[in-house]
């Protein structure tokens, strides 16, 4: 006869715990997501915070909001919304829309692709001091493009390209295709290609199918490149300086930070316009996911 060791009751009301606990979606692994809340809270919940309690600190025996008020009183300070919007959006809406064709022909195999999406997503290597320096060499008025352009006749004066609007425009470009290109191009290799052929089958030609059935699949792809390229634009900082009019036409909502923070140590007005900046970025983003939900979202098959 086997004798069978007893168990104390500690050790029962330990495994009716995990067992309760496993009910409850709770498992002891849970614990080594500890070291990674950790950090999140210390680098960003924390300095959010932070910052949103100094930008409600009143200066000058002032209101709560009157750091907002300082900003919006502003109309120098106010303005840098509207710019930096005018170059964040136009920049990520062009990235996406070549990005589309580009990702959508390259989706297949074919000889050479993996060489194509290297060059394409060269410049990702490069970083924003080299892209503005290139700019300046190519798009400059001593540049190769108005030196060669002069050459040919076709102009009597350089064009103005850099140190404008169009240097800070370009340098996003640069800067962000390759971004949404990889991420645009992830999304149509998710999209079961057996659909398309499908389709063909049954007679539809090469733009009804793109457009009655990659495009609806894709079009939650798309609003999610276009949210993340949006905020790398909206946030531009050298490329405003190295390429752009930084007291002028490109003067961003994030040098008016700065010069807030390390010009001024006005450190609750800066805050201000960081939690504005932030503000922004999510009322874009929800206007574009809530524009999202009229394209269909359904499964798209394949390995996406």
Same mark, same amino acid.
């Given at each position: 006869?086997?004798?069978?060791?007893?168990?104390?009751?500690?050790?029962?009301?330990?495994?009716?715990?995990?067992?309760?606990?496993?009910?409850?979606?709770?498992?002891?692994?849970?614990?080594?997501?500890?070291?990674?809340?950790?950090?999140?809270?210390?680098?960003?919940?924390? &300095?959010?915070?932070?910052?949103?309690?100094?930008?409600?600190?009143?200066?000058?025996?002032? *209101?709560?909001?009157? =750091?907002?008020?300082?900003?919006?009183?502003?109309?120098?300070?106010?303005?840098?919304? *509207?710019?930096?919007?005018?170059?964040?959006?136009?920049?990520?809406?062009?990235?996406?829309?070549?990005?589309?064709?580009?990702?959508?022909?390259?989706?297949?195999?074919?000889?050479?692709?993996?060489?194509?999406?290297?060059?394409?997503?060269?410049?990702?290597?490069?970083?924003?001091?080299?892209?503005?320096? *290139?700019?300046? =060499?190519?798009?400059? &008025?001593?540049?190769?493009?108005?030196?060669?352009?002069?050459?040919?006749?076709?102009?009597?004066? &350089?064009?103005?390209?850099? =140190? =404008?609007?169009?240097?800070?425009?370009?340098?996003?470009?640069?800067?962000?295709?390759?971004?949404?290109?990889?991420?645009?191009?992830?999304?149509?290799?998710?999209?079961?290609?057996?659909?398309?052929?499908?389709?063909?089958?049954?007679?539809?030609?090469?733009?009804?199918?793109?457009?009655?059935?990659?495009?609806?699949?894709?079009?939650? *792809?798309?609003?999610?490149?276009?949210?993340?390229?949006?905020?790398?634009?909206?946030?531009?900082?050298?490329?405003?300086?190295?390429?752009?009019?930084? %007291?002028?036409?490109?003067?961003?909502?994030?040098?008016?930070?700065?010069?807030?923070?390390?010009?001024?140590?006005?450190?609750?007005?800066?805050?201000?316009?960081?939690?504005?900046?932030?503000?922004?970025?999510?009322?874009?983003?929800?206007?574009?996911?809530?524009?999202?939900?009229?394209?269909? %979202?359904?499964?798209?098959?394949?390995?996406?």
């Amino acid at each position: 006869m086997v004798a069978v060791p007893a168990v104390s009751p500690e050790t029962v009301e330990r495994a009716g715990l995990r067992h309760r606990m496993a009910e409850r979606g709770l498992d002891a692994r849970l614990l080594l997501l500890l070291p990674g809340l950790v950090l999140v809270i210390g680098l960003f919940v924390y &300095p959010f915070l932070y910052g949103l309690g100094l930008s409600f600190q009143p200066v000058d025996g002032g *209101g709560a909001f009157e =750091n907002y008020h300082r900003f919006f009183s502003d109309a120098f300070q106010r303005a840098t919304i *509207g710019r930096t919007l005018w170059l964040a959006l136009p920049a990520a809406l062009v990235n996406v829309i070549a990005s589309v064709p580009i990702a959508y022909r390259l989706r297949g195999r074919f000889r050479g692709k993996r060489l194509l999406t290297t060059i394409l997503v060269v410049p990702i290597t490069l970083g924003t001091v080299l892209t503005a320096e *290139g700019l300046l =060499n190519f798009a400059g &008025p001593a540049g190769w493009l108005n030196r060669g352009l002069e050459a040919i006749g076709l102009i009597d004066h &350089p064009l103005r390209l850099v =140190n =404008n609007y169009w240097g800070v425009f370009f340098s996003l470009i640069i800067s962000g295709f390759p971004f949404a290109f990889l991420l645009i191009l992830s999304y149509l290799s998710g999209i079961d290609p057996t659909l398309e052929r499908a389709a063909a089958s049954l007679g539809a030609h090469r733009w009804d199918r793109f457009r009655l059935i990659t495009l609806p699949l894709l079009a939650p *792809g798309l609003a999610t490149t276009f949210c993340l390229t949006f905020v790398l634009a909206f946030s531009v900082f050298p490329s405003a300086i190295l390429v752009g009019d930084p %007291t002028g036409s490109t003067r961003v909502i994030s040098i008016a930070a700065y010069q807030a923070a390390y010009e001024q140590y006005d450190y609750p007005l800066a805050s201000t316009i960081a939690i504005l900046m932030g503000a922004v970025e999510l009322a874009v983003i929800g206007v574009v996911l809530l524009g999202r939900s009229r394209f269909y %979202t359904g499964s798209t098959g394949g390995k996406g």
